[in-house]
């Protein structure tokens, strides 16, 4: 590797490309792409940091093209900080349906109360603060911070974790060389300051459409003669085996994700006038599996529960039993048990 300097924090006989002429040639080219090929997403028309919270937390696991739509759909129905915060919980599951992943909702719901209740419904502009936000991790804190107020601060996700891997360090396939933490000192190296928005925005498009992890652009790409990995890389691409599994993996429409989903979709679809008293446990189990039977009461509860405590259903008996004998709890009674949207 040449011009490879040893920055200290690197694993053993690992070194990074940093070298001030590399830095500006990757610098220039990469912001003149970004300017050149950015999409017009309608969260970077704006820096509104509840807005930013939105996206982000959409974004997570869900492609940018299936997000738009809801991302407009969110804010038309919830379009401030307060109003989200406000809202009954089942109204926000509601407003979810169709992108997946319901506990980001409550996540985020979660997180809108608190800025509320605790900041007064402005959110805090430091990195710091917006780390001890509930629901918000290092990645989504370091986007509100940049995208938001415009700081030069350092966060990685997938794509910009690809971009720096193979522009500073090599090959990041079949897995990376270096851990995140090593990444971030690589990426707080690289900053050019007082373009964190920009540079960070590159970063993320540029991992989306150009350095794309199986089939990245290398022919046409404007940092080719900067790139580490280049062109080792496509060599090991077309040469990594396909994906062998060991054993036999459960179906998704098996799992207990599924059903989790098909739950929360069954009580998105409840008549208005039952949000409040909900439906049995065994009417629920039949809208849920077209096979339900007795047997799979006890799997079906145990579900609800897990919803429950992830805040994304209830669940009661209308009558209780009275247990004098203060013995183990019983099997419940499916018709019995009520469960609703929070």
Not at 73 to 99: C, E, K, N, Y
Not at 180 to 202: C, F, H, T, Y
Not at 285 to 303: E, H, K, M, Q
Not at 314 to 325: G, H, I, L, N, V
Request: aromatic letters at 8%; glycine letters at 6%; charged letters at 20%.
């Amino acid at each position: 590797m040449t011009n490879a300097v040893d920055l200290g924090f690197m694993p053993p006989n690992t070194t990074v490309n940093v070298t001030s002429p590399k830095l500006a040639a990757v610098r220039v080219g990469l912001l003149a792409w970004f300017d050149a090929n950015r999409r017009d997403l309608p969260w970077r028309r704006t820096r509104d940091p509840y807005a930013i919270l939105v996206s982000e937390v959409m974004l997570q696991q869900t492609q940018v093209d299936r997000v738009l739509p809801y991302y407009a759909a969110f804010l038309d129905r919830f379009p401030t900080l307060s109003a989200l915060a406000a809202a009954p919980t089942s109204g926000v599951i509601r407003a979810w349906s169709g992108l997946g992943y319901n506990r980001r909702a409550v996540n985020l719901q979660r997180t809108a109360q608190h800025v509320v209740r605790e900041f007064r419904g402005v959110f805090p502009h430091t990195l710091d603060a917006l780390r001890q936000l509930p629901g918000i991790g290092p990645y989504t804190a370091g986007a509100i911070a940049c995208f938001a107020f415009e700081q030069d601060v350092v966060f990685v996700d997938t794509n910009m974790r690809r971009v720096l891997h193979r522009l500073f360090v090599g090959v990041d396939v079949p897995q990376a060389v270096v851990r995140d933490r090593d990444l971030l000192q690589i990426a707080e190296r690289v900053l050019p300051r007082g373009q964190g928005w920009s540079w960070n925005q590159a970063l993320i498009e540029f991992g989306a459409i150009q350095c794309t992890a199986r089939k990245p652009a290398c022919v046409v790409c404007p940092l080719q003669a900067n790139c580490e990995a280049y062109p080792a890389i496509q060599t090991v691409i077309a040469t990594l085996p396909r994906a062998a599994r060991a054993k036999a993996e459960i179906p998704f429409e098996r799992s207990n994700r599924f059903y989790r989903g098909r739950i929360v979709a069954a009580l998105r679809d409840l008549p208005t006038n039952t949000t409040t008293t909900g439906i049995d446990l065994e009417t629920l189990g039949r809208r849920v599996r077209d096979d339900f039977s007795d047997a799979d009461v006890p799997w079906l509860y145990d579900l609800v529960r897990d919803l429950t405590r992830d805040g994304l259903a209830r669940a009661a008996e209308d009558s209780p039993p009275y247990d004098a004998t203060g013995g183990a709890e019983s099997p419940p009674d499916p018709k019995q048990i009520r469960v609703t949207l929070p």
